[in-house]
């Protein structure tokens, strides 16, 4: 809109220039001298060619305002991805939020959330694997129209990036037996029971704080494995690795993780400034009272992490 502006204005200077020009020619020249004839008519043609040059100029202004991609990243972020109709999601490979198939294709609750509102903007998305350093800087070159790959919202983030709302909890969740789920819905009823934890993590820094029963083990595997073994109530671990590793399909199809215990959360990150996050938190508001995120959540065994939208 600016080069649109600064070059309309050149073609109105480069009118108002040339007007002056034909009086003065005319008023200096005598009416009856042949010679004054003809510095009066190059005096014309002159004129005419710059209207000729400004009419080209307006007609390459017009051009320029008429191309959807200049009209798109004048506008807003969201006309910017509609007008070159792809949505390209930043990721790095990361189990269950973005991770190829056995064919090659990238799927996971973040994989196939970004696909369903790039369809919702009638765009593509592509997936592009970056350095997570970097991340920013792809953001701001337009190498990449969005993170997408499980962010936890940290203050550093959402002062570099335009997030969205919190869809999924980063927490430490409990994992417990199947059949006795129901006695690790509530943080107050926890007190009565031992914990495995991997000593020195974050499931342990929440026994702690919650000031529960715990047995301190090598590794969150081995955390798992006191609870399959019947020698702790429950364990504590990552909620992503709960996803991955309990539940039907898995080697601990006995088990299956209940509530988070911490309050870190993923985001999206667009643009400083972009229009494309409150467009996100549109859709997140949609799917989630459609079911069709907790449905794709449930593919994932991510659905104890959603944050309600």
């Not at 990449?144 to 869809?167: F, H, K, Q």
């Amino acid at each position: 809109m600016k080069k649109s502006t600064s070059m309309a204005l050149a073609v109105t200077t480069a009118l108002m220039l040339a007007v002056p020009l034909v009086g003065c020619g005319r008023t200096s020249a005598p009416a009856a001298s042949s010679g004054g004839s003809a510095a009066s008519m190059e005096t014309t043609d002159s004129v005419q060619t710059q209207q000729g040059a400004a009419a080209e100029s307006t007609q390459a202004v017009e051009a320029v305002s008429d191309d959807p991609q200049s009209q798109a990243s004048a506008a807003s972020d969201l006309d910017y991805v509609k007008g070159k109709g792809t949505l390209v999601v930043g990721i790095t490979d990361f189990e269950p939020m973005d991770y190829k198939d056995e064919g090659g294709e990238w799927i996971g609750f973040d994989a196939d959330m970004a696909k369903a509102f790039a369809e919702s903007l009638g765009v593509s998305v592509e997936f592009v694997e970056i350095d997570w350093d970097n991340k920013v800087l792809e953001l701001d070159g337009k190498t990449i129209d969005c993170v997408w790959n499980g962010m936890t919202l940290t203050p550093e983030v959402t002062g570099s990036m335009e997030c969205s709302r919190a869809y999924c909890n980063n927490a430490q969740v409990i994992v417990a037996p199947a059949d006795k789920s129901d006695n690790f819905q509530e943080k107050s009823d926890l007190s009565e029971y031992n914990f495995a934890v991997e000593a020195g993590s974050a499931g342990e820094q929440q026994a702690i704080s919650l000031e529960l029963p715990h047995t301190p083990v090598k590794a969150q595997s081995d955390a798992l494995m006191e609870v399959a073994a019947g020698t702790s109530d429950a364990a504590i671990i990552d909620s992503l690795m709960a996803a991955a590793m309990v539940g039907e399909g898995t080697g601990y199809a006995d088990l299956t993780y209940t509530i988070g215990l911490n309050d870190e959360e993923y985001g999206v990150g667009f643009r400083k400034g972009s229009d494309l996050a409150a467009a996100l938190n549109d859709f997140f508001t949609a799917s989630y009272q459609d079911g069709s995120m907790l449905e794709i959540a449930e593919q994932y065994g991510v659905q104890a992490a959603i944050v309600e939208q």
